[in-house]
């Protein structure tokens, strides 16, 4: 999900949707859950890039209902 924040600040978006399959993320991205210790350097760094934006959503998805995304990025693409 970094990588997709990062990528999107760097085309130069100013308003993004980003959709993941891992709900406990997508909650503690949206201040819904708390951030575990072990994982809130990389949290914090995607909210460092999420500032640089007009909007930025999160959205959970099913993974069955993301599988072009799922395998794209399983593929390396």
């Known amino acids: ?43 914090e760094d995607i909210r460092c890039e999420v500032g640089k934006f007009r909007k930025c959503d999160f959205v959970f998805i099913h993974r069955l209902a993301n599988e072009v995304a799922y395998v794209l990025a399983n593929s390396g693409l």
């Open 1 to 43: 999900m970094q990588e997709c924040v990062v990528f999107a600040s760097l085309l130069g978006l100013d308003q993004i949707i980003v959709e993941g399959d891992l709900l406990q993320l997508v909650q503690i991205l949206e201040n819904k859950r708390a951030c575990p210790t072990e994982t809130e350097v990389v949290i």
